[in-house]
């Protein structure tokens, strides 16, 4: 493909105009929105009259006047309808490591209260470190066992004494995406439940929780659905599961009547009982207007796009930088909505050169060149200049200077 059939692919594009949803810096591709989306244009103006006039004149009247009070569940619902779950049953609190801790013991203490031998909490090596910490945390704490196997093993490790298969849908360093439908069932089929991290899925890839059998889920907000740095993350639960245990973080916001003010937890019905602490009023409201850019497009249409973007940018990296080695599927099916190169040496000085270039990936440890494809705001003729700047910055051995090689703390 060369530059001239990039820019066509653009002029038809019908997803085209969604670009002009967002704040985009002239002079950057920006390849990293699988790990902070995009300013929506929305964002800026809500936050204000959030500040000004909702807090500023409003005061704390607006709890009840502005819906301060409902945004976990008002923004719940929209996320809901991106992965596959109906109104009511998912609600926006906390981060993504807190959400997992209450999902995750909620599983653990339905597990043991129908098979009390079960002992084993089974994820994939390479998941994301923070939920191997949660599970680490929790199995010490419980006297349960964290085992870790590769991908292909997951389902020959799940049998009687499997608790929890605890996953995220596509992979942080690969971007390789896991089988949801098939690897619940395969935790059903031994008798555990199966929990989803849905961080680098959620506004990226099509999501069907209910469909495809899972038991609880957690996601996050600041990545593909363009919640800006540290926004709130989302958790869900099967509606068979809600109600069977208290989540462990027992606070006033999922406490049935709160502004009873009692002194007894009494938990609220479904999912509001994974609320915790007060609700984080500016950051909902950026998240929603995030949130409104995903909805504003078909999820399959975004997926289409997303696959068609990747292979581009894969298929042209391949054929001119030879020194790199692809780790993200190739198979449509496997890939979430990036694309991923190793290389054992220069990975980091790599690209570091190519965001001097105004080409923002990033570096994940010890050896990876990460390059998310996020079809709300990426145009072709950017997945193509993109590897065209990769190939220069390896062909010229830009990555050698000092500078590109200094590490700074945020890779």
């Known amino acids: 493909m060369t530059r001239d059939d990039a820019l066509a692919l653009d002029a038809a594009d019908p997803l085209a105009p969604l670009r002009d949803q967002f704040v985009l810096p002239p002079g950057v591709i920006y390849l990293d929105g699988n790990s902070l989306g995009v300013l929506p244009k929305a964002t800026a103006a809500r936050v204000q009259q959030v500040l000004q006039q909702e807090w500023g004149e409003g005061l704390i009247r607006s709890w009840n006047t502005a819906g301060w009070i409902t945004l976990p569940q008002r ?50 090596r390479s998941n994301f470190p923070t939920d191997l910490y949660i599970a680490e945390a929790l199995a010490r704490e419980r006297g349960f066992e964290l085992v870790l196997v590769e ?46 991290d849905l961080a ?9 929780l209910a469909r495809d059998g899972a038991d609880f889920a957690i996601g996050c907000g600041y990545k593909y659905l363009n919640g800006g740095p540290g926004a709130p993350a989302f958790v869900w639960a099967h509606p068979k599961h809600a109600n069977r245990f208290w989540q462990p973080l027992a606070g006033w916001m999922g406490h049935a009547a709160p502004f009873e003010f009692t002194p007894g937890y009494r938990p609220a019905e479904g999912i509001s009982r994974y609320l915790c602490g007060t609700p984080a009023v500016l950051a909902m409201a950026a998240l929603e207007c995030g949130v409104d850019t995903v909805l504003a497009a078909d999820m399959g249409a975004l997926r289409l796009k997303s696959l068609a973007l990747s292979k581009l940018f894969a298929d042209r990296v391949l054929s001119t930088c030879p020194g790199l080695t692809l780790v993200s599927p190739t198979d449509d099916t496997r890939r979430g909505s990036q694309v991923c190169f190793a290389h054992p040496e220069i990975a980091y000085p790599v690209v570091q050169a190519l965001i001097a270039r105004g080409v923002i990936g990033d570096f994940r440890a010890p050896d990876i060149l990460r390059f998310g494809f996020t079809p709300l705001y990426l145009r072709f003729a950017d997945a193509w200049d993109a590897a065209e700047h990769l190939r220069q910055v390896l062909q010229t051995e830009e990555w050698r200077r000092p500078q590109f090689n200094q590490r700074n703390m945020v890779t």
């Open 75 to 124: 923004v719940g619902d929209k996320i809901a309808r991106l992965v596959g779950v109906g109104p009511g049953e998912l609600v926006v609190a906390d981060s993504t490591s807190v959400n997992l801790f209450k999902v995750l013991s909620a599983a653990l203490n339905i597990t043991q209260a129908d098979a009390p031998q079960r002992k084993r909490i089974v994820s994939e």
């Open 151 to 196: 991908p292909e093993d997951l389902p020959g490790c799940l049998d009687a004494n499997t608790a929890v298969l605890m996953l995220t849908q596509v992979n942080y360093r690969t971007g390789r995406m896991h089988d949801m439908a098939a690897l619940s069932q395969a935790a059903h089929d031994a008798g555990a439940l199966v929990v989803w």
């Open 200 to 208: 680098h899925s959620a506004g990226a890839v099509p999501v069907a």
